[in-house]
Each structure stands twice: as structure tokens, then as C-alpha cells.
């Protein structure tokens, strides 16, 4: 995918607390940005503004986290279940239990090769953005909508 070649990744340590993280994207003037959790060796989902606002939710609204830590493992991740505990007793939470937790962003990785009509079919579905992922697993670049919209609008 050519429309994206030269383009820096952010990507943000899936360790670094979840303020560290809204830095990163503000410095950086980005909405989102892959979490790589070095554990795992994968990337765990994309951070982005709407997870900011939904971890603002939990941790404003105490008595509805805790209330959610009565449901069930079956009803709740256990990464929930974690996010939840640590902002209940204000300690930093790591930003990989906070990526994708909105629901309204998910990680959808590509390779080099797929087409540009691929593409827009998976923005079509209602992805936003996709990461472009080499053969070693590692993010080359992110294609967004914005990407293809400013192409068709160019050419």
C-alpha cells in the first residue's frame, strides 16, 4: 500500500500508564496509536481518544466499576476486571488494559500486499483505520479513512 510508505508509527509501550499514553498522542497530534505489549509479543488493540473518555467513565463513576466487578469472569475480561481494580484504588493503569476499551476503534491489521479495494471494504464495514503489518509482525504504517478520502479527493 503506497499511500502510506513513508509514514512514522507511534506505537505505545502497552506498560505505560494510561496519562503517559494521552501524552504521547498529544504530542505526537494523533488520534490513535497501536499498543505493543511486549509479554504477549503482539499488539494488544489501538489507543485512542474514545478510550480515554470511557476509562474517564469507569474511574468517575466508582460505584458502577465497583458494581461491575460483581459480575461475573463469563460477563467481564478479566483485563476489565483488572482496569477496573487499579482506577477503584488510583494506581496507574497500564494503557494496554485501556486500548480498545470503547469498543468503537478494534485493531484490524493488513499486509503490504493487500489492495487499495480491500482496504475500503474493511473501512466500509465501519473500521477507521487499519495498521499495515510486515512479514515479521511489526507495523509499517496505519491506513485511515482520511488516507483514502484525501487520495480520491487528490487524484
Known amino acids: 500500500i503506497d499511500l502510506v510508505a513513508d509514514q512514522k508509527v507511534i506505537v505505545i509501550d502497552g506498560e505505560v500508564p494510561i496519562e503517559e499514553a494521552c501524552d504521547i498522542l498529544t504530542r505526537n497530534n494523533i488520534s490513535s496509536a497501536p499498543v505493543y505489549d511486549a509479554s504477549t509479543k503482539s499488539y494488544s488493540g489501538m489507543f485512542d481518544w474514545a478510550d480515554v473518555m470511557t476509562y474517564l467513565l469507569i474511574v468517575l463513576k466508582k460505584k458502577d466499576a465497583s458494581k461491575q466487578l460483581e459480575k461475573s469472569d463469563a460477563e467481564l475480561s478479566a483485563e476489565f476486571n483488572d482496569l477496573v481494580k487499579l482506577a477503584s484504588h488510583c494506581q496507574p493503569v497500564p494503557v494496554k488494559l485501556a486500548s480498545d ?5 478494534p485493531f484490524y491489521s493488513v499486509l503490504p500486499e493487500t489492495s487499495l479495494l480491500q482496504v475500503v ?9 487499519v495498521a499495515v503489518v510486515d512479514a515479521d509482525g511489526v507495523i509499517t504504517a496505519i491506513f485511515t479513512q482520511s488516507t483514502v478520502d484525501n487520495y480520491f479527493y487528490q487524484n
Open 101 to 105: 476499551l470503547s469498543k468503537k476503534n
Open 121 to 129: 471494504e474493511l473501512f466500509g464495514s465501519g473500521i477507521h483505520r
